[in-house]
T-cell receptor
Framework: DQQVKQNSPSLSVQEGRISILNCDYT??????FLWYKKYPAEGPTFLIS?????DKNEDGRFTVFLNKSAKHLSLHIVPSQPGDSAVYFC??????????????FGQGTTLQVKP | GAGVSQTPSNKVTEKGKYVELRCDPI?????LYWYRQSLGQGPEFLIY????????DSGLPNDRFFAVRPEGSVSTLKIQRTERGDSAVYLC?????????????FGPGTRLLVL
C-alpha cells in the first residue's frame, strides 16, 4: 500500500528550462509535505516543505505547489542547472503517519539536467 | 558542523550472521529515526527514538530487527540471522525535536549486502 507515489521514475530537461516533479498521496490525514534531494552515496538532504494550510511555498529556484483536493503536489525548479541532477524524493508526515515525525517517502524521481 | 555519521559505510555478511549498524546523531538532536532503502525505492521507516526510548517501532519488519539508544545519543540497529532480503541501505536521520515540522538530517547510510 503505497501512500506516497511518484509515478515518473525519471525526467530529463535542458539546462535553463523548468523541471516539474510530481507526487501523489492517498492519506488525507497527512498535513506536511517535504522534498528531499539525494546524490549517489549520500543521504537525502532536505530541500523544501509545505504545510497543508498553504498551497505554495517558494525558496529561490524551488517552488512547491500543493493541491489538497487532488492529493497532489509538485516541485518546480527554474531555471534548472546541471548540479540539480539527482534523485528527488517526495515525503509526507503528520497525523497520517502517527504524528511522530516519521516520513513516508515516494519511490523517487531521477532528474537529469543536460548542459 | 558535524552531521549525522553512520558506521560502517559498507557491510558484507553471510546469510544467518548477526550485524550491528551504528548511528552518531548531530549533537543535541533528541529525535532519531532509522529508515531502510531498497534498490529503486524510497526510504522506508523502521523505528523512531525520542531520547532513550523507542516511541514508535511499527516499521520494524520482524523480531530479527532491534534497535537501542541507551544514552539518548548514539543508536545501534541490530539484525539477527540476516537474510538476503535484508540487503539494503540503512539510513539514520536525526532532528532537534520530534514532530512533523522538525527537519530530519540524514546520514550517508550503511550499505548492507547479505550473501
Amino acid at each position: 500500500d503505497q501512500q506516497v507515489k511518484q509515478n515518473s521514475p525519471s525526467l530529463s530537461v535542458q539546462e535553463g528550462r523548468i523541471s516539474i516533479l510530481n507526487c501523489d498521496y492517498t492519506n488525507s490525514m497527512f498535513d506536511y509535505f517535504l522534498w528531499y534531494k539525494k546524490y549517489p552515496a549520500e543521504g537525502p538532504t532536505f530541500l523544501i516543505s509545505i504545510s497543508s494550510i498553504k498551497d505554495k511555498n517558494e525558496d529561490g529556484r524551488f517552488t512547491v505547489f500543493l493541491n489538497k483536493s487532488a492529493k497532489h503536489l509538485s516541485l518546480h525548479i527554474v531555471p534548472s542547472q546541471p548540479g540539480d541532477s539527482a534523485v528527488y524524493f517526495c515525503a509526507a508526515s503528520g497525523h497520517g503517519s502517527g504524528n511522530t515525525g516519521k516520513l513516508i517517502f515516494g519511490q523517487g524521481t531521477t532528474l537529469q539536467v543536460k548542459p | 558542523g558535524a552531521g549525522v555519521s553512520q558506521t560502517p559505510s559498507n557491510k558484507v555478511t553471510e546469510k544467518g550472521k548477526y550485524v550491528e549498524l551504528r548511528c552518531d546523531p548531530i549533537s543535541g538532536h533528541t529525535a532519531l529515526y532509522w529508515y531502510r532503502q531498497s534498490l529503486g525505492q524510497g526510504p522506508e521507516f523502521l523505528i523512531y527514538f525520542q531520547g532513550t526510548g523507542a516511541a514508535d517501532d511499527s516499521g520494524l519488519p520482524n523480531d530479527r530487527f532491534f534497535a537501542v539508544r541507551p544514552e539518548g545519543s548514539v543508536s545501534t540497529l541490530k539484525i539477527q540471522r540476516t537474510e538476503r532480503g535484508d540487503s539494503a541501505v540503512y539510513l539514520c536521520a536525526t532532528s532537534r525535536g520530534s514532530g512533523s515540522r522538525e527537519t530530519q538530517y540524514f546520514g550517508p547510510g550503511t550499505r548492507l549486502l547479505v550473501l
